[in-house]
C-alpha cells in the first residue's frame, strides 16, 4: 500500500514559479526505489495528461510544453518528489497529481489526491 500527499499549489502570476511536493508513504513493506513517480495534470474540462515522470535512477521525461519550464526530482533519503515549475503560463492551470507507478508486474498505480495551480494573467 501506498499513500501520496501533494503540497505546494496556489495561484501565482504568469512568469511566476511554484513548487510542488509530494510526499510518499509506503506500507507493508513497500519500497520506495520500487517506483516511477511522476506528475500528471488535468485542466477543467480536459483530460488528464501526464506531465513528467522520474525513474528510480534519476531518468526524467518531460511532456513537450513543460520541457525547459519545469524539473522533477526525487529524493530517495526522505521519500519526496518534487516539480520545480518556472515560466508558468495559464495554460499550466490544472489540478497536478501525483502518480507512483510499480515496476513490479502485477502491482496496481497510485495516485495522490490532487493540488491545484492558478496561473493568472
Known amino acids: 500500500q501506498v499513500q501520496l500527499a501533494e503540497s505546494g499549489g496556489g495561484l501565482v502570476q504568469a512568469g511566476g514559479s511554484l513548487r510542488l511536493s509530494c510526499k510518499f508513504d509506503?506500507?507493508?513493506?513497500?519500497?520506495?526505489?520500487?517506483?516511477?513517480m511522476g506528475w500528471y495534470r488535468q485542466a477543467p474540462g480536459k483530460q488528464r495528461e501526464l506531465v513528467t515522470t522520474i525513474t528510480p535512477g534519476a531518468s526524467t521525461s518531460y511532456e513537450d510544453s513543460v520541457k525547459g519550464r519545469f524539473t522533477i526530482s526525487r529524493d530517495q533519503v526522505n521519500h519526496m518528489v518534487y516539480l520545480q515549475m518556472n515560466s508558468l503560463k495559464p495554460e499550466d492551470t490544472a489540478v497536478y497529481y501525483c502518480y507512483a507507478k510499480d515496476l513490479r508486474d502485477y502491482q496496481p498505480d497510485y495516485w495522490g489526491q490532487g493540488t491545484q495551480v492558478i496561473v493568472s494573467l
Open positions: 509506503g506500507f507493508d513493506g513497500v519500497i520506495f526505489s520500487w517506483y516511477v
